[in-house]
T-cell receptor, first 114, second 115 residues
Framework: KAGVTQTPRYLIKTRGQQVTLSCSPISGHRSVSWYQQTPGQGLQFLFEYFSETQRNKGNFPGRFSGRQFSNSRSEMNVSTLELGDSALYLC?????????????FGPGTRLTVL | AQSVAQPEDQVNVAEGNPLTVKCTYSVSGNPYLFWYVQYPNRGLQFLLKYITGDNLVKGSYGFEAEFNKSQTSFHLKKPSALVSDSALYFCAVRDATGGYQKVTFGTGTKLQVIP
């Protein structure tokens, strides 16, 4: 079974631009979560989607948005990029809830904002 | 609000010795607790989880963790450390109450296993 895939793996943008990151979950997984990892702030939750609906959102400005498609693939968009948006963006897919809950992470997209 | 504390930025242990990586948490409801490992330049890998049941949870690569409700702790342990265990370890909590909730991570503990 293929794991969580994220594209692109590396990205370089300049301030003010926008970027879209993509995440394909494990087949059958309906929940996708996004996280930002930086040396200063550590791992922070961005948002979670389940069946095309945003379930939860972390404490990030409105420049960060996401969506999930009917095939569970998810995209994350950051508009008006700032230098501080440079980070590793991780996507995770999960299946089930309660005792069946298990989360699998993709390799991440390394975004550099110049 | 939920939170996770990993009080040690780095833990050094000699190869073959037992290791412990500490984690304490705070949630309003019942906790789901997780440990993840991150090797250099790689994504996160799931190690183990506590959902309910036995307080001692066994996971991947010989790791285990003990859930202690009274001390609100979920320390990661391994009886005999390997050099290959050297990595960054994250503890995480998810409130089990009320359906789908966000996961909150600790700041991470760097484990260095010395040959």
């Amino acid at each position: 079974k293929a794991g969580v895939t994220q594209t692109p793996r590396y990205l370089i943008k300049t301030r003010g631009q926008q970027v879209t990151l993509s995440c394909s979950p494990i087949s059958g997984h309906r929940s996708v979560s996004w996280y930002q990892q930086t040396p200063g702030q550590g791992l922070q939750f961005l948002f979670e989607y389940f069946s095309e609906t945003q379930r939860n959102k972390g404490n990030f400005p409105g420049r960060f948005s996401g969506r999930q498609f009917s095939n569970s693939r998810s995209e994350m968009n950051v508009s008006t990029l700032e230098l501080g948006d440079s980070a590793l963006y991780l996507c995770a897919s999960s299946l089930g809830s309660g005792s069946r809950y298990e989360q699998f992470f993709g390799p991440g997209t390394r975004l550099t904002v110049l | 609000a939920q939170s996770v504390a990993q009080p040690e930025d780095q833990v050094n242990v000699a190869e073959g010795n037992p290791l412990t990586v500490k984690c304490t948490y705070s949630v309003s409801g019942n906790p789901y607790l997780f440990w993840y490992v991150q090797y250099p330049n790689r994504g996160l890998q799931f190690l183990l989880k506590y959902i309910t049941g036995d307080n001692l949870v066994k996971g991947s690569y010989g790791f285990e963790a003990e859930f202690n409700k009274s001390q609100t702790s979920f320390h990661l342990k391994k009886p005999s450390a390997l050099v290959s265990d050297s990595a960054l370890y994250f503890c995480a909590v998810r409130d089990a109450t009320g359906g789908y909730q966000k996961v909150t991570f600790g700041t991470g503990t760097k484990l260095q296993v010395i040959p």
